[in-house]
């Protein structure tokens, strides 16, 4: 099976083209980059072929998509600067990238009769309540700009191809690109105190984890919506970012100390953020997918890979 990942410069598209390769299929790789650069972990993605495309020039998508004839397509390639989606000059460009790059991809692929598989997130909801999201909700309210446009590429994907899959996650942290322990970690050596949100509840997710699953997924026809981050400690364990923050700190063996805030408390954040973002995960078992491992598990092997 050949397989064309986009987004591989970044977080999970570095993973996902590395996971495909080991197993033995035909990757390539694509972004918008005349090559790869910044692989924090100096593994060679670079085994795979890898094809310059930007993901908003329709031609392009189409052009580049017809030369490879890819079986599957599996979409990493986004615009993920929350914040910064938010400005005006920027929020056209989130739309092009997020739903219109993504309407081009599904056309493509449904030019060359591809499945396709599209990463999306829990900020296509509104946040609000208790219960966990189930990947068949439609209860669609996003609080911000980054949260509509990827909604919109999930609707241009489900308008355009019956062979899909939309695979939402949240909190992500990998070993190639910037995230939340990183962050944290170089933030607690420097300071003797932090403050950390704690009414936003969820669970993260490994991008080398998370790109066994895609892997696997990709290999069969269970299209539709999942749910996929770490699994929680014990059912129904989710966390907070706080909560994330102390493991993070125990594990690593700072003793900063972490103080728990509101998110009104921490301001500075230009987009709304979900207060729920629970994610159920139920429906991967009941396709007969392996679930991703524990958080706190995930915690410790990216620590050890990424020596930070």
Sequence with gaps: MKIFVTGVGGQLGHDVVNELT?????????DIAPAYSGIADGSAVTTAPYVQLDITDREAVLRTITEVKPDAIIHCAAWTAVDAAEDEDKQELVHRINAE??????????????????????????????????????CYAPLNVYGQSKLDGEQAVTSLLEKFFIVRIAWVFGLNGKNFIKTMVNVGKTHDTVRVVNDQIGTPTYTL????????????????????????????????????????????????????????????????????????????????????????DAVKRYLEEAKL
């Design 22 to 30: 080991a197993r033995g299929y035909s990757a390539v790789g694509s």
């Design 101 to 138: 790059g993504t309407r081009y991809m599904a056309e493509a692929a449904k030019a060359v009769d591809a499945k396709m598989l599209y990463i999306s997130t829990d900020y296509v909801f509104d946040g609000k309540g208790e219960r966990p999201w189930e990947p068949d909700d439609t």
């Design 209 to 296: 984890d998370l790109a066994r699953l895609l892997a696997d997924m990709i290999g069969t026809e269970k299209y539709g919506y999942y749910h996929a981050t770490n699994a929680e400690e014990v059912p129904g364990g989710y966390i907070s970012w706080y909560d994330f923050c102390v493991e993070i700190y125990k594990q690593y063996g700072l003793k900063t100390n972490v103080i728990p805030v509101t998110t009104a408390e921490y301001g500075l954040s230009k987009a709304a953020r979900p207060e729920n973002s629970r994610l159920d995960k139920s429906k991967l078992e009941k396709a007969g997918f392996t679930p991703l491992p524990c958080w706190k």
